[in-house]
């Protein structure tokens, strides 16, 4: 089996529906500050235990259908990880035989620039793989490197066919994916109801899942 990576759309993700600096400052609206003044605060706020923590959850499942070749496919969703080749080494990079390390393309949220830096471990599963997220590091702005010790996420993809169907000449492959951010919210931000912080960061990793998912599963190539 051959590991993909799916690009992601810095103008879509930057697109999405968050409100603008210039929709948040008006005259009665006693949350606007500068951006200035949001960097300063955001790299000065120190943790402490009683900071709030934002939790964002964003669940996904994507089936494509696929030609079965001389081999079926479930023989091919057996193979070791070892075995697995790379088809986007500029994003994807092997560290041994089970694990990756994976280059997000960057993108812009809130203005500022993001990119991820997944530690990946795949777990080969009777009927597929199980891709984990081992850890997570944030590259981009000094402002978004500055959270890298503020959050933790946990990712799961479950890749799976039926195996009941390993007969028919088209097999169906499925993706489910799941992934958890837990972040302290920062001190600029405290003023904002976490419910609100919440809906806006599943809403992020939503628009992520809805990119990413169709793109990897069109991506997932197997060999004959």
Do not use: H, W
Not at 17 to 34: D, G, H, I, R, V
Not at 61 to 79: A, D, F, G, N, T
Not at 116 to 133: A, D, S
């Amino acid at each position: 089996m051959a590991l993909g990576f799916c690009p992601f759309n810095s103008t879509r993700l930057a697109s999405l529906p968050f409100p603008s600096e210039n929709a948040l400052k008006t005259s009665k609206n006693p949350l606007y500050m500068s951006t200035a003044s949001l960097k300063l605060l955001c790299v000065r706020a120190s943790a402490s235990n009683s900071a709030s923590k934002a939790r964002f959850v964003a669940r996904r499942k994507e089936s494509v259908s696929v030609r079965q070749l001389k081999r079926p496919l479930i023989e091919y969703m057996r193979l070791p990880a070892s075995q697995y080749s790379v088809l986007d080494a500029e994003r994807i990079e092997r560290i041994d035989d089970n694990t990756f390390r994976c280059y997000v393309y960057r993108f812009k949220f809130f203005n500022f620039e993001v990119c991820p830096v997944l530690l990946v471990r795949v777990e080969e599963q009777p009927n597929g793989c199980c891709i984990k997220l081992l850890s997570c590091k944030l590259d981009g702005s000094p402002i978004v490197v500055a959270q890298n010790d503020k959050f933790d996420a946990s990712m799961v993809n479950q890749i799976s066919c039926d195996a009941n169907r390993s007969g028919s000449l088209v097999q169906e492959l499925t993706s489910d994916a799941v992934i958890e951010v837990s972040i302290e919210v920062p001190f600029a931000f405290s003023p904002i109801p976490l419910g609100m912080i919440e809906s806006t960061g599943t809403q992020v990793l939503e628009q992520i899942l809805r990119l990413m998912l169709p793109r990897f599963m069109a991506q997932v190539s197997f060999l004959e």
